[in-house]
């Protein structure tokens, strides 16, 4: 199947700073990324969809000034959490859908985040 | 928008029983049924999807069941064994490149031996 790649895995950060989690699909263009949250035992929630060289769309309550997100190329998306607190601290999981494989979506490997 | 509920949330059999997880959609509009296991720590793994053409898919142990009209379909495990053990979500979307996946709040399934 198609893969996407995700980085880093974790990292930990002080509060208040940003970090930058890159989401990548190594073997096919993607228009089209979604960003998930998944805080622990909980599902999957969507926060955005990013749109190659175009503008984000969040999903309600998840702030854009907060989540920046950037889909400068047809491989390549990120997410910035800025000024980080500990209630950000969540799994961050990309994907993307490769249409040659029936719409199937695939998953980045994920990132877990842990602000100090 | 989509919205999906998925019950139970948590499940518990002997191994070499049956599992059932079943979920429900709101959106009319989506096609697209997957379910995915999750281990901790890592990202969620497709084990089967169905579209909306067709009522019923199996493969090996797993099969998933749709009903269109009731807007539900059911994920079912037979034989089960411990390393089955996992979260499983359901998911729904219209699959076109730009809808998201919509999850239900997952199953957390526990096989005892």
């Known amino acids: 199947g198609a893969v996407v790649s995700q980085h880093p895995s974790r990292v930990i950060c002080k509060s208040g700073t940003s970090v930058k989690i890159e989401c990548r699909s190594l073997?096919?263009?993607?228009?089209?990324m979604f960003w998930y949250r998944q805080f622990p035992k909980q599902s999957l929630m969507l926060m955005a969809t990013s749109n190659e060289g175009s503008k984000a769309t969040y999903e309600q309550g998840v702030e854009k000034d907060k989540f920046l997100i950037n889909h400068a190329s047809l491989t390549l998306s990120t997410l910035t959490v800025t000024s980080a607190h500990p209630e950000d601290s969540s799994f961050y999981i990309c994907?993307?859908?490769?249409?040659?494989?029936?719409?199937?979506?695939?998953f980045g490997e994920g990132s877990r985040l842990t602000v100090l | 928008g989509e919205n999906v509920e998925q019950h139970p949330s948590t499940l518990s059999v002997q191994e070499g029983d049956s599992a059932v997880i079943k979920c429900t959609y709101s959106d009319s509009a989506s096609n697209y049924f997957p379910w995915y296991k999750q281990e901790l720590g890592k990202r969620p793994q497709l084990i089967i999807d169905i579209r909306s053409n067709v009522g019923e898919k199996k493969d090996q142990r797993i099969a998933v069941t749709l009903n269109k009209t009731a807007k539900h379909f059911s994920l079912h495990i037979t034989e089960t064994q411990p390393e089955d053990s996992a979260v499983y979500f359901c998911a729904a979307s219209n699959n076109q490149a730009g809808t998201a996946l919509i999850f239900g709040k997952g199953t957390t399934l526990s096989v005892s031996s």
């Open positions: 994907s993307a859908r490769d249409q040659g494989h029936t719409g199937e979506l695939f």
């Open positions: 073997d096919f263009q993607a228009t089209t």
